[in-house]
């Protein structure tokens, strides 16, 4: 999936911003999936995402999951259609799950349609779809929130929150809860997330691109979910997950693509 995340990337930046009114979606697809059927997921994905986003460089997209009866999800992507990298996020689980919660905030670089698709351990793959209004600003290309030198300070530092999970309207996730409670864990990394397309205020210079690559999840020393990263992913990004409410420990590893490995652990007892 990194490779071709990549090439994506290199794919859509090279379009003229004339090509960018054109849907992307087709072409993505194709890229992605090949021939392989895409199923309307809207009733096992409900995706909680604002219409027009107040900060384009700070949206919190989500979305519930519930597997269709007797099967289990393997794989969750987040494909923001018109970024230049638009495989946004992708949560990988090393045992299939049989529902899941996600909050993560990304960068919108303009108006584009929202696809999550969901591949179950069947291999089957199921879509549901919406769309994001934003201001224009080109938030992967807008300059860095802080100084990129003063950022490499606390590169890689992480800090985990841990909550009761909100179910939001969702029916299906509500009537899981009931038999399958979890809780919310959030995950801050601190870390600049350089795009690659941002330009140095001082310098005149384009920062070298830099972002979060993976976040290795573990619950009890056991492997829960492989979470990896695009430049779509907002400075200094939060990751909310959904994990099983008798989980005691959680374990941290974020990797960024400089190569940069940092640890995190947090006991969870009592919840």
Same mark, same amino acid.
């Given at each position: ?159 985990? $929150? %841990? ?5 939001? #309207?969702?029916? *299906?996730? +509500?009537?899981?809860? =009931?038999?399958? &409670?979890? @809780?919310?864990?959030?995950? $801050? %990394? ?5 795009? #690659?397309?941002? *330009?140095? +205020?001082?310098?005149? =210079?384009?920062? &070298?691109? @830099? ?11 056991? #492997? ?48």
């Amino acid at each position: 999936m990194k490779p071709l995340i990549a090439a994506l990337a290199l794919c859509v930046c090279a379009e003229p911003l004339a090509a960018a009114q054109d849907a992307a979606w087709p072409d993505l697809r194709d890229a992605l999936y090949e021939d392989r059927v895409l199923n309307d997921g809207s009733q096992m994905i409900a995706i909680d995402a604002p219409y027009r986003t107040d900060n384009d460089a700070r949206t919190h997209v989500a979305a519930h999951l519930v597997a269709p009866a007797g099967l289990r999800i393997g794989s969750v992507s987040v494909i923001l259609d018109e970024n230049p990298m638009p495989v946004s996020a992708v949560f990988t689980f090393d045992t299939p799950l049989p529902r899941f919660f996600f909050d993560v905030s990304l960068r919108i670089n303009g108006p584009t349609p929202l696809h999550i698709v969901a591949e179950t351990s069947d291999g089957q793959l199921f879509v549901a779809e919406s769309f994001i209004k934003t201001s224009g600003q080109g938030a992967c290309a807008a300059p860095p929130g802080t100084d990129p030198e003063a950022a490499l300070a606390t590169l890689g530092e992480m800090l985990i $929150d %841990v909550g009761p999970l909100d179910e939001g #309207g969702s029916v *299906m996730g +509500q009537l899981q809860a =009931l038999s399958d &409670p979890q @809780r919310s864990v959030s995950v $801050d %990394v601190s870390h600049p997330s350089h795009s #690659g397309m941002q *330009m140095d +205020q001082i310098s005149l =210079l384009f920062i &070298p691109m @830099r972002y979060v690559e993976t976040l290795d999840i573990a619950l009890d020393g056991q #492997g829960y979910v492989d979470v990896t990263g695009s430049i779509s992913l907002s400075e200094n990004p939060r990751v909310t997950l959904g994990v099983p409410s008798g989980a005691q420990s959680l374990d941290v590893t974020m990797t960024d693509t400089d190569g940069t490995v940092t640890h995190a652990h947090r006991m969870m007892p009592g919840y």
